[in-house]
């Protein structure tokens, strides 16, 4: 049997345990890291998968190394989650290959400039909110009236450990990846009825191209590393196992929840952040977030 080529960060996928076959799906920011690795998940499993993200490019290289042999499709739309037609023309396309939709992944997101809310720039605080909360509620919003007309379906926000275990200087962060779990609370209650299903995942330290910036000889690292009960840091393939489970019909009871991915990190503390902070700003600027001596 011919094997799939596995994107960067993930295993190859030998076989296919199926389940998803007819089932098409959305997933934002899925031109690399944990969208990539969801996207290959779902598709080896038989879905049709539609990708997003403001990169064509990278976007055409995440569709070639996943190609799926197994019954499943990838595709791929250029898009913008803070923009409300470019959602709605992704959330189109992803429609149209099956002729319904059956979930989203709402992986888009990301961090801002590092810095202790004494020295936060409202411009850059607001970028991040949309990046993360509009985003995916822009999703929320479009893909509703089609899972709605699918008689059902699962929609996956993605969350963060720093969404409830504090990471200092990460300002708009950590407020807007707990933004993201209270929309998916109340939208499984909204929807409920519908049969439709909004849970969040909790991903920590994931070894993607994001998170190459981090030394590996670093404190940073090293705080990681000592607040993780299972000694390692992950990879898109463990975020990818457990979103694959929430959208597909063994997870039907499943709804309303956050879940963590992040080898017991959340049981200890966040990371330590200092090293670049101070980097970054002096220690004088950080006076008062320092520890004492």
């Not at 019909?249 to 879940?259: L, S, V």
Request: aromatic share 6%.
């Amino acid at each position: 049997m011919s094997t799939p080529h596995a994107p960067e960060g993930i295993e190859p996928l030998t076989s296919s345990s199926g389940g998803l076959e007819g089932r098409a799906y959305l997933v934002t920011g899925g031109g690399s890291g944990i969208g990539r690795a969801c996207a290959a998940a779902l598709a080896t499993d038989g879905a049709a998968v539609t990708i997003c993200g403001r990169n064509p490019e990278r976007l055409a290289d995440a569709v070639a190394r996943i190609a799926p042999e197994h019954g499943g499709s990838i595709h791929s739309i250029e898009a913008d989650v803070t923009d409300e037609a470019s959602v709605e023309a992704a959330v189109k396309r992803a429609a149209e290959v099956t002729g319904q939709l059956d979930g989203c992944i709402a992986n888009a997101g990301g961090g801002g400039a590092m810095a202790p809310y004494a020295l936060q720039e409202k411009d850059e605080f607001l970028r991040v909110l949309h990046l993360n909360v509009l985003g995916t509620m822009l999703c929320v919003k479009h893909t509703l009236p089609r899972m709605i007309a699918a008689g059902g379906g699962s929609f996956v926000g993605m969350s963060s450990i720093a969404a409830h275990v504090t990471h200092p200087y990460f300002g708009a962060y950590t407020v807007g990846k707990a933004g993201i779990e209270e929309m998916m609370r109340n939208a499984a209650d909204e929807y409920g009825p519908a049969k439709i299903r909004f849970n969040a995942v909790r991903p920590g330290f994931i070894a993607t191209e994001l998170m190459e910036g981090i030394p590996r000889d670093s404190d940073v690292y090293r705080s990681y590393i000592e607040n993780t009960p299972l000694g390692d840091v992950g990879e898109g393939r463990d975020v990818a196992a457990l979103c694959r489970f929430l959208l597909g019909p063994e997870a039907r009871w499943i709804t309303g929840t956050a879940i963590d991915v992040d080898g017991g990190h959340h049981l200890r503390r966040g990371p330590s952040f200092l090293q670049f902070a101070e980097a970054i700003h002096g220690r004088e600027a950080l006076a008062g977030t320092l520890p004492t001596d």
